[in-house]
T-cell receptor, first 115, second 113 residues
Framework: KAGVTQTPRYLIKTRGQQVTLSCSPI?????VSWYQQTPGQGLQFLFE???????NKGNFPGRFSGRQFSNSRSEMNVSTLELGDSALYLC??????????????FGPGTRLTVT | AQSVTQLGSHVSVSEGALVLLRCNYSSSVPPYLFWYVQYPNQGLQLLLK??????LVKGINGFEAEFKKSETSFHLTKPSAHMSDAAEYFCAVSDRGNNRLAFGKGNQVVVIP
């Protein structure tokens, strides 16, 4: 099975712009979660989508949003970028509905740099 | 809310020596517990997990961890360090039936030849 894929791998944006990141989960997985990783704050949960519905949400401002499509692919959007949004954004997928639903598999991440 | 404590951001270990990474969590009920490893410029790879049953769990690459409810701990060990073990290790917890992971700050492991 192919793993979790994230595109693009690297992005450079300017303050005030918006950005969209994409995540394709493992085939058959219905849950997609997003995490932000920074040197200062570490790994922080952004949100989780399951069957096109947001199921969990972390403590991030409304500038961070996401969605999930019927094929389970997910996108996250950050509007009005700030310097502090520079981070590695990780996507994780899990089956979401079986006995192994707690196992999350991570993609390689998208490195976002805001200048 | 769940929280995880990993002490010692950088851990140096000699090749062939024991690797011990400590993890303590705060939770009113036993959560699901995980250890992940991250190599440079890569995502996270699941090393092992505890959900229920046997408290000593074995994972990939010779790692194991023991869940101790009385100590709210889930320490990671490997009997003999290998150069390829140099990476960053994260302990994580989630509520049962919930995919929201809370991570510790991580341990950067350096293996000295």
């Amino acid at each position: 099975k192919a793993g979790v894929t994230q595109t693009p791998r690297y992005l450079i944006k300017t303050r005030g712009q918006q950005v969209t990141l994409s995540c394709s989960p493992i085939s058959g997985h219905r849950s997609v979660s997003w995490y932000q990783q920074t040197p200062g704050q570490g790994l922080q949960f952004l949100f989780e989508y399951f069957s096109e519905t947001q199921r969990n949400k972390g403590n991030f401002p409304g500038r961070f949003s996401g969605r999930q499509f019927s094929n389970s692919r997910s996108e996250m959007n950050v509007s009005t970028l700030e310097l502090g949004d520079s981070a590695l954004y990780l996507c994780a997928s899990s089956s979401g509905g079986t006995s192994n639903s707690y196992e999350q598999y991570f993609g390689p991440g998208t490195r976002l740099t805001v200048t | 809310a769940q929280s995880v404590t990993q002490l010692g951001s950088h851990v140096s270990v000699s090749e062939g020596a024991l690797v011990l990474l400590r993890c303590n969590y705060s939770s009113s009920v036993p959560p699901y517990l995980f250890w992940y490893v991250q190599y440079p410029n890569q995502g996270l790879q699941l090393l092992l997990k505890y959900t229920t049953g046997a408290t000593l769990v074995k994972g990939i690459n010779g790692f194991e961890a023991e869940f101790k409810k009385s100590e709210t701990s889930f320490h990671l060990t490997k009997p003999s360090a290998h150069m390829s073990d140099a990476a960053e290790y994260f302990c994580a917890v989630s509520d049962r039936g919930n995919n929201r992971l809370a991570f510790g700050k991580g341990n950067q492991v350096v293996v000295i030849p």
